[in-house]
């Protein structure tokens, strides 16, 4: 339950450990400070003016109620307790109570009120300001006591809240920064990463951060120039093979070109046609497109090529697609994987319809045919390079079983797969999906 609401990022997560602690241990000594330190002197406080107000109260009424009697005392509180006492005859207690924000200011006063003046008593602490305003009822009216704010509570708390709050903020501000600075090169690291398996290799990027960062991104520069490397040295050999194939399947065609005219001679140039398109298909396997530089390209106006090419050799496909569908990619490399899972479904089905859709910020082509179909348990099957299925839908029956390998290969080069699953039409549905 607490990891579906805990952040995903590194940064957010990072922040929350150097924040959550930070917050605990703040509200910790906000709770030691107003409860044991605060509270204490704000009671103590309120007990001194508690006892003026009674003594003031108690001598009033020794006094006898004479105001000339009473005047001289009530000019020593003044100047001696800092507390104002005036008389006022004929007046009761208002009965309109005002509380302040912070309650236990009122409780506080009240209960040390409640513990030394033996009269009815009333107060305000949100009249005036910098003031609290206590009444006493006596016998003839009511003895009104002006208190200055600071001599009932202890007024430092906004201030100790200020320091805290200001003190979180600041603390907050660097730890964000900081962090920042540190997640950084691993958000760059990982889209390097990225980029690299889409084939869009950044080399601009350079290892930055912690030592660990830079372990981590030495080691991906190293694990790239090997995978460059391996990816070299395979187009090599292939291409290598494709061209030491190539004489003498030359001087084999010469050589039929001048044979006499025959079945044979027929059985035979079909066989080394055959075997040219293999060595094609093998070199296309190896190369993968890879050389070819990435642009910004309309992918619904390019798998359009592909269907028009297919036209012209007299396929009927249904094509529709949306407006608007651009994305970083090989045009060459892509229209080949197009023209691949469209001619793999016009090989096997009489109905093929071909569309291309926007969803979830990626870009999908779908193809879709009315053929035999693929059984679910051999799709992945169909994807290995040189496989070959079942009779009921043998795949690139003509070439050596590359077909759907290369697609999904240029596929995964550009940040995408190719899925297969069962069409709306009966047959076999491949479905190639591409970052937008």
């Excluded at 006499?260 to 497109?289: C, I, N, S, V, W």
């Excluded at 990626?362 to 693929?374: A, H, K, L, S």
């Excluded at 009779?391 to 995964?412: P, Q, T």
Aim: neutral net charge; aromatic residues 8%.
């Amino acid at each position: 339950m607490l990891k579906r609401y805990l952040p995903k990022g590194l940064f957010a997560r990072s922040l929350l450990i150097f924040v959550l602690p930070v917050a605990m241990m703040q509200v910790a000594i906000a709770w030691a400070f107003f409860d044991e330190h605060w509270e204490t002197v704000t009671s103590r406080l309120s007990e001194g003016v508690a006892g003026d107000v009674a003594m003031m109260t108690a001598l009033y009424e020794r006094s006898g109620g004479e105001e000339a009697a009473f005047a001289p005392l009530a000019e020593m509180s003044y100047r001696t307790m800092r507390l104002s006492v005036d008389f006022r005859p004929g007046e009761t207690l208002p009965t309109s109570q005002r509380s302040s924000f912070f309650r236990t200011l009122d409780r506080t006063l009240r209960r040390a009120l409640g513990e030394q003046v033996d009269r009815e008593f009333w107060f305000d602490t949100t009249r005036y300001p910098s003031y609290v305003d206590i009444r006493v009822q006596v016998d003839g009216g009511v003895l009104r006591f002006i208190a200055l704010r600071d001599r009932v509570f202890a007024t430092t708390g906004h201030i100790f809240i200020l320091w805290l709050v200001g003190a979180t903020a600041l603390l907050s501000l660097v730890s964000v920064i900081f962090i920042r600075n540190q997640v950084k090169p691993i958000r760059r690291l990982a889209e390097a990463a990225e980029q690299f398996g889409r084939g869009q290799d950044d080399e601009s990027f350079r290892p930055a951060g912690a030592r660990e960062v830079r372990q981590a991104a030495h080691a991906f520069l190293e694990m790239r120039d090997r995978i460059r490397r391996h990816l070299d040295q395979r187009t090599a050999l292939l291409a290598g093979v494709s061209h030491d194939l190539r004489t003498p399947l030359t001087r084999l065609k010469l050589q039929l070109a001048l044979m006499p005219e025959g079945q044979e001679r027929e059985d035979a140039r079909r066989d080394a046609g055959e075997m040219e398109k293999m060595l094609e298909e093998y070199l296309a396997f190896a190369r993968g497109e890879g050389g070819e530089e990435t642009r910004r390209e309309d992918v619904g106006a390019l798998v359009l090529q592909a269907v028009e090419d297919e036209r012209r050799g007299g396929a009927e496909i249904d094509f529709k697609t949306e407006n608007g569908l651009e994305a970083e990619i090989r045009p060459l490399g892509l229209k080949r994987c197009a023209a691949n899972l469209i001619a793999n479904a016009l090989a096997y089905g009489s109905r093929v319809a071909v569309s291309v859709r926007h969803r979830d910020g990626r870009i999908e082509m779908i193809v879709d045919d009315n053929g035999p179909g693929i059984s679910p348990d051999k799709h992945e099957e169909a994807f290995k390079p040189f496989s070959r299925l079942d009779e009921s839908r043998n795949l690139n029956r003509e070439g050596v079983g590359l077909g759907l390998a290369i697609a999904r290969d240029v596929a995964r080069a550009h940040g995408g797969d190719v899925m297969l699953s069962e069409s709306p039409l009966g047959g076999l549905r491949a479905t190639l999906s591409i970052p937008a």
